[in-house]
T-cell receptor
């Protein structure tokens, strides 16, 4: 089993719909992150969490929300999806030293 | 800002050596990562430099100069499978990473 599992792997949704991307990890790390990647661009940080009671906004949090349901679970929601949120989304975990493990990604298309 | 600059594209020939440069703002620096990413896949870890100097791992080496805000990734004996995007990422503290836009490397026969 993968250390960091993202579901779904691919999703097509309509403008205005609410959608949740889920992430679970077996690394035992406290720190979890959601990144977004657009074609030709690097990864941009959306939200991050250092423990269950800690949630922080990243560079591009507008239009997104997150929930840290447990140490192992960190979900990302788009309350009302719009086409420019079409992107590849990565969940990641890390230890204190920054040893990152990425999930396989969720390809989201908003039509 | 957290501008991290790296070339957009590079091309090289199989068996050759290529150096991918990365520059970053020195404020709030805690370390510099290099990742390899094939299209549509997750980034995979290549190296992490905290101190100045060169670190070698097989065909891949990474160099850091903290005072200059400069790093490079050196790939030797290039293989076709090395065609990928290479991401430079700055650890800005609290383990949050700021990524460059990536350098697309194309290795030709």
């Amino acid at each position: 089993d993968a250390d960091v599992t993202q579901t779904p792997r691919n999703r097509i949704t309509k403008t205005g719909k609410r959608i949740m991307l889920e992430c679970s990890q077996t690394k035992g790390h406290d720190r979890m992150y959601w990144y977004r990647q657009d074609p030709g661009l690097g990864l941009q940080l959306i939200y991050y969490s250092f423990d269950v009671k800690d949630i922080n906004k990243g560079e591009i949090s507008d239009g997104y929300s997150v929930s840290r349901q447990a140490q192992a679970k960190f979900s990302l929601s788009l309350e009302s999806a719009i086409p420019n949120q079409t992107a590849l989304y990565f969940c990641a975990t890390s230890d204190f030293g920054g040893d990152y493990t990425f999930g396989s990604g969720t390809r989201l298309t908003v039509v | 800002g957290q501008n991290i600059d790296q070339p957009t594209e590079m091309t090289a020939t199989e068996g050759a050596i290529v150096q991918i440069n990365c520059t970053y703002q020195t404020s709030g620096f805690n370390g510099l990562f290099w990742y390899q990413q094939h299209a549509g896949e997750a980034p995979t870890f290549l190296s992490y430099n905290v101190l100045d100097g060169l670190e070698e791992k097989g065909r891949f080496s990474s160099f850091l100069s903290r005072s200059k805000g400069y790093s490079y990734l050196l790939l030797k004996e290039l293989q076709m499978k090395d065609s990928a995007s290479y991401l430079c990422a700055k650890n800005s503290g609290y383990s949050t990473l700021t990524f460059g836009k990536g350098t697309m490397l194309l290795v030709s026969p």
